[in-house]
C-alpha cells in the first residue's frame, strides 16, 4: 500500500493565565489551553493523525504528561520528531486537513500564520496544509467556551520501502 491516511482529535480546557498557542502561533486572548505542555491542540491533532495513519499509537505514548521533560514542550517541536519519526519509516506527508473548534477569539485572522508554521516544521508547501476554523454555536463545552478542539486528517505517501 502507498497511501495511508490517519485522524487525530485533541481537546483542552481554557482558563486564566495561560497562553493561547494554535498552530505553532501565541494568539491574544483572555484565556489559554490548559495542559502538560503547551496544549496546543491543533498541533496535537495533527501529530495524533500522522501517528494513527502508521498505527504508532498516540501522542501520550510519545510525550506522556506524566513525564516532566514534556512540562510546557513547544509543540511544534513535538511535531518535528513525529515527522522524523514517520520519515524513518519511509512515508511523508501528502497533506495535511485541519478543523479547529473555538467560539472566541475569531481565529480567520490567524489561519495563515499557523499555516506558515506548521508547513515550515513539517518543509511542507503551505497548500498542503489546510486549516478551517468553526464554532460550535454555542452548543457543549467548545460552544460554552470551556474549551477549544481540534480534528486532523494526514495523508501519508510512501516515500520509500516502508511497513
Known amino acids: ?49 500522522m501517528l494513527g495513519a502508521l498505527s504508532l499509537g498516540d501522542i501520550g505514548h510519545y510525550f506522556p504528561p506524566s513525564d516532566p521533560q514534556w512540562k510546557d514542550a513547544d509543540s511544534l517541536e ?15 506527508i501528502g497533506n495535511i486537513d485541519s478543523v479547529i473548534v473555538a467560539e472566541r477569539p475569531k481565529l480567520k485572522p490567524h489561519i495563515p500564520a499557523m499555516r506558515d508554521r506548521l508547513s515550515t516544521v513539517l518543509n511542507l508547501q ?18 460554552r467556551e470551556e474549551g477549544i478542539a481540534a480534528y486532523a486528517i494526514v495523508l501519508l505517501l510512501a516515500s520509500s520501502v516502508s511497513n
Do not use: C, F
Open 1 to 49: 500500500m502507498n497511501i495511508r491516511i490517519g485522524n487525530g482529535y485533541d481537546i483542552h480546557r481554557l482558563v486564566p493565565e495561560r497562553p493561547l498557542i494554535l498552530g505553532g502561533v501565541k494568539i491574544d486572548h483572555e484565556l489559554g489551553l490548559l495542559g502538560h505542555s503547551d496544549a496546543d491542540v491543533l498541533t496535537h491533532a495533527i501529530m495524533d493523525a
Open 78 to 92: 513535538l511535531l518535528a520528531q513525529v515527522d522524523r519519526l514517520i520519515q524513518a519509516r519511509g512515508w511523508q
Open 126 to 143: 503551505s497548500n498542503q496544509v489546510g486549516i478551517k476554523a468553526t464554532t460550535n454555536e454555542k452548543l457543549d463545552a467548545t460552544g
